[in-house]
């Protein structure tokens, strides 16, 4: 895990590999990754993270979750 203050960084990086920071922050952070290992590090375990996720699916639920309540009782 990062050291303490890493904490801005860490809380940027994140943001960055999510694409929401303007170009001139993303540009900075990507500066500071390049000579940090420790930012290094933690920007691979996030994208392996990220690539986990985005394999991730949710089946059809059990007949035993699905509700026998006609949706017309939640309407008025």
Do not use: N, Y
């Not at 993303?26 to 990754?33: D, P, Q």
């Amino acid at each position: 895990m990062m050291r303490a203050e890493h904490q801005a960084a860490f809380e940027q990086l994140m943001a960055c590999l999510d694409g929401e920071l303007a170009p001139t922050e993303a540009a900075a952070v990507r500066a500071h990754v390049a000579g940090c290992r420790e930012c290094q590090e933690v920007e691979a375990e996030l994208r392996g993270v990220t690539g986990g996720l985005a394999k991730w699916t949710v089946g059809e639920p059990p007949v035993s979750l699905t509700s026998p309540i006609p949706v017309s009782r939640f309407t008025r």
